[in-house]
């Protein structure tokens, strides 16, 4: 009867025993002996192991925190997978966390506060060492908790554990996060918005402007004013009559080109377009151009396109042959600086 009584406390860990050799016949004598305080106490080897382990943690309580956090994400990571089934809500996310728990002993209880869903954890496996030092074990158990809820693309939610609301009972809590509430918009975010739309125009202005101001060019100082002297019934007085409304218009729509193309200079930004720059070098080239044709060319032109529709044999004059020369230059100038706001904008 007391060999049974001591080989139950021998189960229990309470008592050891080995055998001693007596250097007689028959079967070799039993020695009981009490455990080590450490198991008798009611601390196993691995719970002395761990509070040790986890004492010596260096860093203050908010390091040892994070740190244990991370420690138990990771951890959580090498365990063999099941099979990785995404969770559509946040529900079935929480059952998942919630077999991952019942897998570790922590006996949960899955159950809805609200909006959010709350684990009670009624057994800690590592409650000794836990009540000892909260910061290092309850962080390892909420690194694992992030991680079960990711291991299954859990709907974006807040998480928190609360260790020992009762002696015997810990809270995982799993909060949705909600979208947040509108706010007024930074002064200095529409600003920059702003400036960005602003840039943005101005190069689509600086990198079209220039040729369609050469299309127009093209079309009407060397293809319209040569042909239509050649049409039937077109005499001289006639299309220098004509010749005087097209380019008149012509001029106009230059002016407004120019001051597209000033305009768009002037409010580009990120340094790409500058008052040095290349671009605004050939742009004062084309207002001087321009300046010249509309100021002191077109209208010596138009008083003697005047006298010859009235009639008169106006001296001969070289003027038309300036402005001509004028209208070649722009042909350079213009495609000159499409291409090089086009090598700008390049990336």
Partial sequence: MVRFHLDVLTDAGLVTSRAVQSGTRGRPRRLYLPASRAVAGGQTGYELLSGILAARWAGDSEQRARRAEQAGWDWAGHQEPGPAVPAATLAEAAVHVNAVFAELGFEPDLVRDGDSLEIRLHACPFRAVAIKHPDVVCSMHRGLLRRALADVDAPPAAVSLQPFVQPHLCLARITPVTAPSPRATDPAVDRLRRQAVT?????????????????????????????????????????????????????????????????????????????????????????????????????RLDRRAHQIIGGQVPPRSRLHLAYIAAECAKVILLPTLGIVVALRLMP
Avoid: D
């Avoid at 689509?204 to 299309?215: E, M, R, S």
């Fill in 199 to 299: 840039a943005r125009l101005a190069a689509v202005v600086l990198l079209a402007v220039p040729f369609v101001w050469l299309g127009m060019v093209l079309a009407i100082s060397f293809l319209e004013t040569p042909l239509k002297f050649r049409a039937p019934g077109i005499t001289l007085p006639l299309g220098l009559g004509i010749g005087r409304l097209v380019f008149r218009a012509l001029n106009a729509a230059e002016l407004l080109l120019a001051a597209a193309l000033t305009l768009a200079v002037l409010t580009s930004t990120a340094g790409r377009f500058t008052i040095a720059g290349v671009p605004t070098t050939v742009l004062i080239g084309l207002w001087a151009l321009l300046v010249v044709q509309v100021a002191v060319l077109r209208p």
